[in-house]
């Protein structure tokens, strides 16, 4: 079963602007992470924030997390066109890592 | 340089026959995964191993088969049992169970014909 869900499904935006999007998850967890994957290929690490943190930052990257909401948010700043894939959340609820369905992001130049 | 390698990237099988899908790493790593991805899905855990000689069922085990004899290993058969096996198959590996970082394979498509 799934534990993150992803919202939007689907977002279109132009180069240069912020994109956002959003993790729910239901249950507890150490951490959670977010992918990158790009059409046809594997997923590839972006970062991962611990149950204790509430703010992560890597370059243009920022995740924030709400244990008490059971939600995070990932932050894509000035985007350019190759940021163009679909993002994924995962959680770790000390059983296994579980993805969510994905935000599939277009970057248009 | 470090990394894991799936192979074939891609296969296409008949109905009825078994298939296996291979998954190399050189990162030292002990904990291996393999997950199923389907059109506009997330991932899907089919089978995930700790240590060698030793693999636990995921969420959708069913019609698939593994195993670990070494640690850089962990092939995954998909038997006729599968009844929809067409799909992105992803091998990851973490360097423990559930502590951090997942690194992926380029991932293998199955098509059934």
């Known amino acids: 079963s799934q534990q993150g869900e992803e919202d939007p499904q689907a977002l279109s935006i132009q180069e240069g602007e912020n994109a956002t999007m959003n993790c729910s998850y239901k249950t507890s967890i150490n951490n959670l992470q977010w992918y990158r994957q790009n059409s046809g290929r594997g997923l590839v690490h972006l970062i991962l924030i611990r149950s204790n943190e509430r703010e992560k930052h890597s370059g243009r990257l920022r995740v924030t997390l709400d244990t008490s909401k059971k939600s995070s948010s990932l932050l894509i700043t000035a985007s350019r066109a190759a940021d163009t894939a679909s993002y994924f959340c995962a959680t770790d609820d000390n059983n296994d890592m579980r993805f969510g369905a994905g935000t599939r992001l277009t970057v248009k130049p | 340089d470090g990394g894991i390698t799936q192979s074939p990237k891609y296969l296409f099988r008949k109905e009825g026959q078994n298939v296996t899908l291979s998954c190399e790493q050189n990162l030292n790593h002990d904990a291996m995964y393999w997950y199923r991805q389907d059109p506009g899905q997330g991932l899907r855990l089919i089978y995930y191993?700790?240590?060698?000689?030793?693999?636990q069922k995921g969420d959708i085990a069913e019609g698939y088969s593994v195993s670990r004899e070494k640690k850089e290993s962990f092939p995954l058969t998909v038997t006729s049992a599968q009844k929809n096996p067409t799909a992105f198959y992803l091998c990851a590996s973490s360097s423990h169970r559930n502590t951090g970082e997942l690194f992926f394979g380029e991932g293998s498509r199955l098509t059934v014909l």
């Open positions: 191993s700790q240590i060698v000689n030793d693999f």
